[in-house]
């Protein structure tokens, strides 16, 4: 950096402290006492990162996804007014004191909680990442996303508080022919999923808190089923039934929906787990580097639904040589995962891709490899390779790949 | 809980899903669709939980405190909205474009930075909590908080993303005299600390991102100084100028507050360290156990200025003996831990308390050991033992210990 003029403003010394204060800042310190306190605080007026919903025109707003804006994202957590949204029904408004959770079907012992009684558990408190499976879909495509938000934004992370599911079915006591749960969510379209008994017995939770403070609306509240590292929509939202059963119900959502259609014809289903995936989100598709040559800092987001992030390396030329970045510790498994790498701009055109690996000891593929392997019916799972490209004028877009 | 009437409601079985869900349930699921996607949730209608301003009549409310609600709390993130505030002089209006940081004094480069100019050096993300060291001095009065956002609700736990001090210092390149730096405050008092520099090229950061976004206007927006583990004022908000000096500066807020007034008479000043503390949020003062004996989680919150908190015990019996709780993992140094144990109550009335200990082997000790060793004129750095006093109606409140 010590050669770079638009990192510093050299200032002629000499003078008093009043007087370099003044001839220095652009902005002066108020002279009048400022805001007030609050309750309950907002952000910056001068903020506007945004979640991106659909088309102005929709018919169906309360349908749909919103995605997070990535490209503004600092750290690892997502602020929870800026968590994705898929609704399938839209957000129902429910009063916690007559919202229960049932649990019933092949259990010795049915049972009604409420989120008072599901507060007296031991709880557990994690940092996740929910991702919808349709994420990355247009990466498919001729057309993939033009910023981070568009390519990678049905992705958000959290600090999730609630109740291991184990607990809840060791005190229903299930029946040994019980193989699956179908969870169903309390909105208007039912939204159900029939959950494998193993992951209920491992990780999933119940959560009734994110990021500090009750779950919001949008994410499931007052409670909503948590399956780490599962695609979203089986992380039922507003969840209020645990119906345990012998065989999958065949819901809608995992018939008509959320199936991926292999080369044959074919359809695979119940492909829960979300694969290792990256994004540089700075500098990324509709940000410029506006200060010219120097140096600047690369950073992204990278994740599995299967463990740990252990690597993510960076290539600045199509793919040729790779460099590893650094990733911000701790490290949790099935969470975003900031990774970091300094660089100096030399003011030239430029590609720009990040690949991760897990501790599974999978890496990245890019998108062409994934579609080899996959075929080209596929809309959902895709965690190809995302590629940036920046002009010499320091305008950064998407590169298509297919 | 096998006996827990209160925890269960058992079910006469043998009916249709559909009537199982429907003679349930107190809340059906909605037949309408909910609400639409938005660009910037908000938290749910039903969530009232707030920050604690100082009295209605407060005639100066820009100048004075709020406090987080921990009694509220989940996990280790306290929400930016319900960050505790401490502002002498209210919020400034910042318009980030417009903002500067400007170092100088004993350096061999004076620099300005942008907000720009920041976000291109190598930034790092840590948990860290800040306090103010006010927090608790209501404890050495005979008139211990009623609750635990009054008697510890200044203190609030973030994700903080920005660049650390000690790389804007080498581009400053620091005269051998310089010793200390005085940051100083875009607020209209300009609030001003003396920092030794030591603690400057450790862990202190230049902040701009809380919790996944730009920092929160209450918190220093566009940037403040980050000290792990020191006091609250000596993080100086909306930073903008740090200023290299032989000597501390004396400034207001070092002499005239934010000293420690000895039993001799004599004030310690420079006591920016923040000391082992813990509270148990939940049972705690104002709230009701309303199931009756049965099971419920003892939990609460811990943290030290001086490392990571290693062990938190908890006693039931007014402090003869003591059980270990779980902490939740993983522990961040100088940032709030979770601590949670299951306990059955049987329905007597019961005084609970906990004590955390950090990495340096540091135990908390009751108010009357803290008395005994510092005096009764301290008005600072209270961290001793908090007690919370169960009734046998389940009702909460606080002991006084003076």
């Known amino acids: 950096m010590k050669n770079d003029p638009s990192r510093r403003k050299i200032l002629s010394m000499g003078a008093g402290l009043a007087t370099l204060t003044a001839c220095t800042s652009k902005q002066e310190a108020p002279s009048q006492v400022g805001a007030a306190l609050s ?36 750290g690892t957590i997502t602020p929870s007014s800026l968590h994705f949204e898929r609704h399938h029904a839209g957000i129902p408004d429910i009063d916690p004191a007559r919202h229960e959770l049932l649990i ?13 009684d599901l507060k007296r558990f031991p709880a557990t408190t994690r940092v996740h990442f929910v991702e919808c499976s349709g994420n990355g879909g247009a990466e498919y495509t001729a057309a993939p996303g033009a910023t981070a938000q568009v390519s990678h934004g049905l992705a958000s992370c959290s600090e999730w508080t609630g109740v291991p599911v184990k607990l809840l079915l060791a005190e229903a006591k299930l029946k040994p022919e019980a193989k699956w749960v179908v969870a169903e969510g309390g909105d208007a379209c039912k939204l159900a999923r029939s959950i494998p008994l193993a992951k209920l017995m491992d990780d999933a939770m119940i ?8 779950i919001r609306p949008e994410q499931g509240y007052p409670m909503r089923l948590l399956l ?39 359809s695979r289903q119940f492909s829960f787990e979300l694969e290792t995936k990256s994004v540089i989100t700075r500098p990324s598709g509709g940000q410029k580097l506006t200060g010219g040559q120097g140096d600047y800092e690369i950073t992204g987001l990278a994740w599995s639904g299967r463990g740990k992030i252990t690597r993510v390396e960076i290539s600045l030329d199509g793919g040729k040589t790779w460099k590893d970045a650094e990733l911000t510790q701790p490290i949790h498994a099935k969470a975003f995962t900031r ?13 720009m891709q990040s690949r991760a ?3 599974t000891g999978y890496t990245q593929v890019s998108q062409d490899e994934l579609a080899a392997a996959r075929g080209r019916n596929y809309r959902y799972h895709n965690n190809g390779i995302k ?13 298509a790949q297919v």
Chains 1, 2 share one sequence.
Do not use: C
Not at 42 to 56: D, G, I, M, Q, V
């Open 39 to 74: 309750p309950y605080g907002n952000r910056s007026p001068h903020e506007t990162a945004k979640r991106l919903p659909p088309p102005a025109d929709s018919k169906t707003p309360a349908t749909g996804g919103s995605r997070t804006p990535l490209q503004d994202s600092y």
């Open 104 to 116: 019933h079907g092949l259990v010795e012992q049915p049972l009604v909680y409420s989120l008072e």
């Open 207 to 214: 959560v009734y808190a994110q990021n500090g403070e009750a």
């Open 228 to 266: 780490p590292g599962w695609e979203g929509n089986s992380n039922v939202k507003w969840v209020r039934r645990l119906h345990a059963t012998a065989e999958p119900a065949q819901t809608t959502h995992e018939t008509a929906y959320y199936t991926d259609l292999m080369p044959d014809g074919k």
């Open 339 to 351: 990774f970091r790498m300094p660089w100096s701009w030399d003011g030239a055109a430029v590609t």
């Open 357 to 359: 690996s897990d501790d």
């Open 387 to 399: 590629v940036w490209y920046i002009q010499s004028d320091g305008s950064v877009s998407h590169v």
